[in-house]
């Protein structure tokens, strides 16, 4: 069977079922390790059968038990570097993407940084081999470092990989420290595969934001003078985690920015100049 019919038929079982269409070109681009953009030139490529089963088996599982495509694949990409990922660890999404973009194009380079919560380790690979900063990034799981030390292999960083509960384990100082740590609260509707994903990679206390408030409180003990902290959050977190750090730390500012479908979705925090 050629490219093209193989990939109709993957259209055809996803539209059957009202899955993404853009599912069964992912998986199919996936396995072929070509981008997405390529298959195109490969149409009239002949699929050896045992190949096609195996793709059609794949496009079973995400069809019928809903297992996202990344982890049938092994891998994705996160701002143009390719990042394993599996069970161990949460898909880096397209918000966190947005943000790290972000912070390339506008943070000055040479920075000391601290991840907390790196889990595959997106964050920090892009951070490092764009901005060439110093980093250390730590994971309270160790299953998830082996997945992040993988990554970095892959793209051949430096990154200091560190496990660590929160800042356990952190003895310096630091310019930024960045975060996507678990938000999901425990009342909030959650996507079917979205249980594939590891618990301790979602789930937070205190209607999501446990995690959001110690990172933040101890964070301070953490930050160079000038350092500031930016982390991602959940679209109704922002209002109150403007409040605790009013409350909790009067001597910071907060700067609320939103994700490209125009959430509130990160916080920068920053000490107040007094003048
Ligand atoms: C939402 S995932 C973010 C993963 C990755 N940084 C990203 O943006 O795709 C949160 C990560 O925080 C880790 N984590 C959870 N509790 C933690 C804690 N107390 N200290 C450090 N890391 C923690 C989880 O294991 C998980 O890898």
Known sequence: MILRDLLELGYEKVAEFQKEKTAAKLLLAGML?????????RYQDEIANDKANNYLELLDLYIYDSVPIQYLVGYTYFHGHKIAVDERVL?????????????????PNN????EIGTGSGAIAISLAKEKNY???ATDIDKNALDVAKTNCRINQVDINLIQSDFYENIFEKYDLIISNPPYVSEYDEIDESVLFEPEIALFSDNFGTAHLTTI??????YLKPDGMIIVEHGHLHGLFLHHFVNIN???YRTFLLKDLQGKDRFTLIKRRKLV
């Open 33 to 41: 390790d070509i981008s997405q953009g390529d298959i195109f030139k």
């Open 91 to 107: 898909i880096p999404r397209p918000e966190t993407e947005y943000l790290v973009d972000k912070i390339i194009k506008k943070f």
């Open 111 to 114: 920075l000391k940084v601290l």
């Open 134 to 136: 110093e980093i250390d």
């Open 216 to 221: 933040i409180s101890e964070g301070m003990n």
């Open 249 to 251: 730390f009067p001597e």
